[in-house]
């Protein structure tokens, strides 16, 4: 294939570039330690306040059983009449209390899904997500509403922190997805003009158990 003077000329300059790597400029940079100062305040407080300036929708429940309750009185909120949920351990917990209502079938009408997550980041006010829960890829994007299932063992500070943790976890290779949901979803067009629920879930809840 014959290739043009110009185009020879740019692929000469990359390969010299590979051939002789440009030294790191400031080495004493590179290190270990974050670049965050550590929050002042419980993890939980920080999650939460994180959360709720992205539009989330945060929800502390002392035990398992205050959670079912908050979680009934949401439902019935908003009338809803089919939650979608497809993870065993999640199912147990949910099936008898809101017998009827829970269907771990047809996503593409539920009112919501529930799922649960890897981690929480409390820095960025995120929920961390991957392929390798029962939920997949599809269950947390999908529903017009993502309730997220959680325990305060779950939060981690920041980012760096969770990705060691996912890395330990899963020692012989990382899930092909790991996400980081930080609030509902929204686009902006080139006026500014934000808009939610365009690739996503419109409303996005955290119900934190403070549990292990």
Known sequence: MKVSPAKENILKKIRQALSEPTPIPFPQS??????????????????????????????YCADQTEMLQQLKLLIGKYAWTKIFCRETALLKILDGPLKGLISSEGLSD??????????????????????????????????????CLARTSQLVYDIREGLEF???????????????????????????????????????????????
């Open 110 to 147: 539920a009112d919501a899904a529930v799922t649960s997550c890897e981690l929480l980041i409390a820095r960025t006010g995120s929920i961390v997500l991957s392929s390798g829960q029962e939920s997949g890829r599809t269950v947390s994007v999908y529903a017009p509403v993502h309730i």
């Open 166 to 212: 996912l890395q330990d976890k899963y020692k012989r290779g990382l899930p092909s997805l790991i996400a980081l949901a930080t609030g509902p979803s929204r686009t902006a067009d080139i006026e500014k003009t934000l808009v939610v629920g365009v690739h996503g879930p419109k409303d996005v809840y955290v119900f934190l158990i403070d549990a292990e």
């Open 30 to 59: 590179e290190g270990n330690s974050s670049v965050f100062h550590p929050s002042k305040q419980e993890k939980e407080v920080e999650f939460a306040e994180q959360f709720a300036r992205v539009q989330g929708k945060f929800i």
